[in-house]
């Protein structure tokens, strides 16, 4: 018996020791990626720095860096593979996907190849771009590769396009008319594309391509079981994949089969308006290499559509999935007219709702029966929300989805139907404000002795701007916009793009940092604040002002230390081969696509830059680890904490953690960062005995209890479980019938620091609970939380601080654990929580 006691003991010994070194070489993968994922962030901002104009730089450079970037990628792909074990493969093709079209935008031109005139979307994929444009290549992609809810349809090729232009003789005249233009002169470009326009609006379509579009309209009326409206879209070649165009081409909407060909020409006729003349001619492009394909799907009759985004594009490294929404047809939220719903979904440990943001909605639009869409009034404003929650989970879901197929933060347009039907429209990159690894401009946050008129905002493209306020009234004014002024707007609107040449700032009320505007700023580096709210309320038009959109902050006047601090070359329209090669290749690699890790977008085969796949990556990495514990039994090889707290905790230790042979825990033992911040704050308060309740807060908490089955009641006498390294923790607290986990992370870099907050549970009556929830929830606001609620359970997450700002806030939720320690049952009403809450942020959070 002590023979076999012997190799039993030895067996566990050596059982445990593998799980740990098991434990950690996983671990070892995690901070690989965080540490390829900076270095590949620093590499894409020292490329992108060379579009200021600042620095010379040949083929050679250009060429290096690109390889550079992509072992980085490859790189983090591995590591992520190896801590998954092996679930993100895909992206492996992915990234030589993304390399070979580095390669070919290095090495050669676009030729279209000789196609039908029309093909059936399940006929397309991920390879159709230069048959089928951007637009509808992906959306093929969607449908076919994954398998996603997408309209049946087709697409009038690229080839056909070409067609059109040379039967017409069209190709010649057009040429023509843009050489004449001034492109520093809006009249000029309004003529121009005027003209333009109306050469191919009055154009004959060439019969063999009516007779494709009458063939493939049946079919398609066939498949639906009766004659369908239609919506043609814009699906320009480089639309939605090299440069963004965001926003500069049409799309109708509800159209008849009778007008498909008239609004197959006005597509056609939208690549030439004045607003995508002036993106291409600034961008370097010839319009010879303007190609446009034209999709179009089965019209969806929407009950509710809008955009959401696989990553917040402010926060791109938080885990949350942001939708917008509104009731009918989305094309409200795109074109801007309107503030959407917002919901934030959390993305870890599973999917949850934890913020919903409302909007009064006047205005609707639907479909007409006879074709067209036509705007309604809604009474009062509607506030009524447009999504129910497993709605708003099931886009997530999706956005999740195709932000992993594309290894990138997706930009994706969804509509629900009377049914309750999703279908996808569109996903393409979402576009996000790199931030460089070593910044060269100091700014200061503020400045003494200037008038501050606003500080507040959203940043969309950092950087200083001063001019005198031109506060927009109408579009028509954007006539009239002078050299160097700063453009006050009410709502962000592509259209903004034709006076970005001469714009010093931009400043709106309202608007999303991954709007298509925000996303043009950016490419067209124009310091540019939105969501101030009230600025066209607040500034005076032909006011002087100095915008600092970095620290969001306006001044009145002009403030010269700024502007002499961020003073550079400001040449974004550079002519040289060179420079339009650097330009296109960093639209492979820079842009940020996959934003909203909520969105159905967000996954490996929706990445469509390297930018794109590091964000993927650094999502999933997050995930892997947050969800790992779950697949190995490692509470058998922790070690009991003895630190004069309440709670009976386990701790494992991963890598330096923890003193090393120990078999209990005391504070004196634990190195682990984070862990020694929680543990602070617990044992800063004295743990409450459970407090004097009135009686009948008690007998509530009693029938509470009684209801409370019996699996539950066994699960609250688990001890608390922590996981943890020198620079993580997993604390996953039980206290009676409430469960917390606190997860965080306090790296050197401060992109990789967060900090993610989950509880549960209450023994008292839902209204008591629900006090305890406002009053944790009001105390995690204060501290910068983005927090998320339903019911009884929060979900808050904290994101990019730097370590002693980290350690302040999880010393803070060590406090607030022991603080709120049965605290609902004397939650007996409002005025008494909200003394509660008072009482604690003045006490432990003032300085915060």
């Known amino acids: 018996m002590d023979l076999f006691r012997f190799f039993k003991s030895r067996a566990k010994t050596e059982e445990k020791e ?7 070489e996983k671990y ?16 894409m901002a020292d490329l992108e720095e060379k579009l200021s104009g600042e620095y010379l730089f040949d083929m050679h450079y250009i060429k290096t860096g690109v390889k550079s970037i992509s072992e980085g990628v490859e790189d983090i792909i591995k590591n992520l593979n190896a801590l998954s074990d092996g679930k993100y493969k895909v992206l492996e093709q992915v990234q030589r996907e993304i390399y070979e079209n580095i390669e070919k935008t290095l090495a050669s031109k676009i030729d279209i190849p000789i196609t039908d005139f029309v093909i059936p979307i399940e006929k397309l994929s991920k390879d159709s771009l230069i048959i089928a444009g951007g637009k509808i290549a992906h959306l093929a992609e969607l449908k076919n ?18 067609k059109f232009l040379e039967n017409t003789q069209l190709r010649g005249k057009i040429s023509e008319i843009i050489n004449s233009i001034d492109i ?53 070649i480089h639309e939605d994949s090299d440069y963004s165009f965001a926003g500069q081409y049409s799309t109708y909407l509800n159209v008849p089969e009778n007008l498909i060909s008239h609004y197959y020409k006005k597509v056609v006729a939208s690549l030439f308006n004045r607003r995508a003349i002036f993106y291409y ?81 006047n205005i609707m639009l639907i479909c007409k029966e006879e074709g067209d869409i036509e705007e309604i009034t809604l009474p009062n404003g509607s506030d009524e929300f447009s999504l129910e929650e497993q709605e708003a989970l099931a886009l997530s879901k999706i956005a999740i989805q195709i932000e992993n197929y594309y290894e990138s933060p997706q930009d994706i347009e969804w509509v629900i139907d009377e049914d309750g039907s999703i279908f996808i429209l569109q996903a393409r990159p979402l576009r996000i404000l790199e931030k460089k690894a070593e910044s060269k401009v100091y700014l200061p946050t503020r400045i003494k002795d200037y008038n501050i008129l606003l500080d507040r905002g959203i940043t969309a493209c950092k950087g200083v701007g001063y001019g005198k306020a031109f506060v927009l009234k109408t579009e028509d004014d954007l006539q009239n916009f002078p050299e160097g002024a700063v453009l006050i707007a009410k709502h962000t609107n592509p259209r903004y793009v034709i006076i970005m040449n001469k714009a010093s700032a931009i400043v709106t009320d309202i ?13 067209y580096n124009v310091p540019t604040l939105i969501n101030t709210e009230i600025a066209t309320k607040t500034i005076k038009d032909g006011q002087e002002i100095t915008v600092d959109a970095t620290n969001c902050i306006i001044y009145e006047g002009k403030v010269e230390e700024l502007i002499e601090a961020y003073k550079k070359t400001k040449e974004p329209f550079k002519e040289t081969l060179l420079f339009k090669t650097l330009e ?18 967000f996954k490996p085969e929706k990445c469509k830059t390297y930018h794109d796949i590091t964000r993927f990556c650094h999502e999933m990495v997050m995930y892997e680890m947050f969800t790992m514990w779950d697949r190995y039994d490692s509470e058998h090889h922790a070690v009991p904490l003895i630190a004069g707290i309440p709670i009976g905790v386990l701790v494992l230790d991963i890598e330096g953690g923890l003193k090393e042979g120990i078999k209990k825990a005391t504070p004196e033992d634990i190195y682990s960062i984070p862990l020694q911040a929680i543990l602070r704050g617990m044992q800063s308060m004295q743990w409450p005995e459970p407090p004097p309740v009135d009686a009948k807060g008690f007998f509530e908490m009693v029938a509470h209890t009684v209801s409370i089955p019996e699996e539950q009641l066994m699960e609250t006498a688990k001890k608390s479980f922590c996981i943890v390294t020198k620079n993580y923790v997993n604390f996953s607290i039980r206290l009676g019938y409430h469960f917390s986990m606190i997860e965080a992370y306090t790296g050197e870099n401060i992109n990789d620091n967060y900090i993610k907050f989950f509880f549960k549970g209450g023994g008292a009556a839902l209204d008591r609970r629900l006090r305890r929830v406002n009053l944790i929830t009001t105390i995690l606001k204060k501290m910068a939380f983005r927090v998320m609620i339903k019911e009884d359970v929060i979900d808050a997450l904290l994101t990019k601080y730097s370590i002693p700002e980290i350690e302040k806030r999880l010393e803070v939720l060590g406090k607030l654990t022991a603080y709120t320690k049965q605290l609902d049952m004397v939650l007996f009403n409002d005025a008494i929580a909200q003394m509660y809450t008072e009482d604690f942020i003045k006490k432990h959070i003032k300085d915060i």
């Open 18 to 24: 593998k799980l740990k070194e098991l434990l950690k």
């Open 28 to 43: 070892s993968y995690f901070q690989k990626v965080l540490n390829s994922n900076n270095h590949v962030l620093s590499l």
């Open 145 to 162: 590769n994954l398998n996603l809810p997408t309209p049946d349809g087709f697409v009038i090729t690229s080839y056909a396009f070409i």
């Open 184 to 236: 520093n002169k809006i009249e000029e470009i309004e003529r121009g594309s005027k003209e333009i326009q109306e050469l191919i609006i009055n154009s004959q379509l060439p019969e063999e391509i009516e007779n494709s579009i009458r063939t493939a309209y049946n079919e398609l009326s066939e498949k639906a079981g009766k004659k369908c409206m239609v919506s043609v879209r814009s699906s320009a």
């Open 281 to 361: 001619k600034t961008k370097g492009f010839l319009e010879t290499e303007m190609v446009m394909a034209v999709g179009v799907l089965r019209m969806v009759n929407a009950r509710a559509g809008g955009v959401m985004y696989s990553k917040n594009p402010n926060n791109p490294d938080s885990n949350n999935i942001i939708i917008n929404a509104v009731k009918g047809l989305g094309k409200l939220i795109v074109d801007g007219a309107v503030n959407a719903e917002t919901y934030v979904i959390s993305r870890k440990p599973e999917l949850k709702l934890i913020e919903k943001i409302p909007s009064k909605q």
């Open 511 to 523: 608007g999303s940092p991954t709007g298509h505007m925000a996303s043009l700023s950016r490419e």
């Open 584 to 601: 296109r290749v960093l639209k492979l690699i820079v842009p940020l696509n996959l934003v909203d890790p909520t969105s159905e977008d």
